[in-house]
């Protein structure tokens, strides 16, 4: 059995164990431009989700393997989604942190206008 293998087997291991747990979980999501309607006013930014993962320290643990093509990845930015809305910032990274927050709210809707209605 390759070294490949054996971290693959203990990857999917430590998946079992987690949902036996019922460790929670975190969205994944990447950043993706939309245009406008016609191309009007421009576009905007939004994170998309692309699946949700166990946070492990500085990494992340895909939960659906077959989905993310079952790496790690490397934990980045972590946001909670807010409406856009008038905010006084006094710093640009406060600015920036608010704007991530933003395209983060984008995504969620996107995805909620996307799912099955369950009624």
């Known amino acids: 059995m390759g070294s ?3 971290a693959a087997e203990s990857l999917d291991g430590a998946r079992v ?3 036996a747990a019922g460790a929670g ?3 994944l999501a990447r950043w ?3 245009r406008r309607a016609l191309g009007l006013l421009g576009s905007e930014t939004a994170l998309r989700p692309v699946g949700t993962a166990w946070r492990l320290g500085v990494l992340l643990l895909p939960t659906d393997p077959a989905g993310t093509a079952g790496a ?4 980045g930015t972590t946001t909670r989604a807010v409406d856009d809305g008038p905010r006084g910032y006094t710093a640009d ?3 920036a942190r608010g704007e991530l927050r ?3 709210r984008r995504g969620e809707r996107r995805r909620a206008r996307r799912s099955p209605s369950t009624g």
Do not use: I, M, P
């Not at 790690?72 to 934990?75: T, Y």
């Open 4 to 6: 490949l293998q054996r």
């Open 17 to 19: 164990a987690l949902a």
């Open 25 to 27: 979980t975190e969205v």
């Open 32 to 34: 993706q431009r939309r």
């Open 72 to 75: 790690l990845a490397a934990g």
């Open 93 to 95: 990274s406060a600015r």
């Open 102 to 104: 933003v395209a983060a």
